[in-house]
C-alpha cells in the first residue's frame, strides 16, 4: 500500500511561482513512475508532468519551459516547481504513482491540493 501526501498549494498573483511536494510511503517508490495530474470541476484529470525511476520526465504542452517536475528517491518525495503562472493552471493537483510489481499494476492516488492563480 502506497500513500501520497500533497502539500504546496495555494493562491498565487499571475506570473508567479509555486512548489508542489508530494510525500510517498511504501517500499516501491523508487521503481514507481511519479506524477503530477490536474483537475478542474467538470473536466477530466489531465496530465501535468511524469517522471520515471530513471529520471526520464514528460510535460504537457501547456506547461512545457515553466514547471519542472523532480523526485528525491532517498526521501520518497517527489515536487512540481511551478513557474510563470497563468489564470488557466487554476486546478486541484494531483500526485500520483504507476508501478508494476510481478506483473500486477499499482495506481496511487494522494488527496489532491488546490492551485489557484488569481489577481
Known amino acids: 500500500q502506497v500513500q501520497l501526501v500533497e502539500s504546496g498549494g495555494g493562491l498565487v498573483q499571475p506570473g508567479g511561482s509555486l512548489r508542489l511536494s508530494c510525500a510517498a510511503s511504501?517500499?516501491?517508490?523508487?521503481?514507481?513512475?511519479m506524477g503530477w495530474y490536474r483537475q478542474v470541476p467538470g473536466k477530466q484529470r489531465d496530465m501535468v508532468a511524469t517522471?520515471?525511476?530513471?529520471?526520464?520526465?514528460r510535460y504537457a504542452d501547456s506547461v512545457k519551459g515553466r514547471f519542472t517536475i523532480s523526485r528525491d528517491n532517498a526521501k520518497n518525495t517527489v515536487t512540481l516547481q511551478m513557474s510563470s503562472l497563468k489564470p488557466e493552471d487554476t486546478a486541484v493537483y494531483f500526485c500520483?504513482?504507476?508501478?508494476?510489481?510481478?506483473?500486477?499494476?499499482?495506481?496511487?492516488w494522494g488527496q489532491g491540493t488546490q492551485v489557484t492563480v488569481s489577481s
Open positions: 511504501g517500499s516501491i517508490f523508487s521503481i514507481a513512475t
Open positions: 500520483n504513482s504507476k508501478s508494476v510489481v510481478a506483473g500486477i499494476r499499482y495506481d496511487y
Open positions: 517522471i520515471t525511476s530513471s529520471g526520464s520526465t
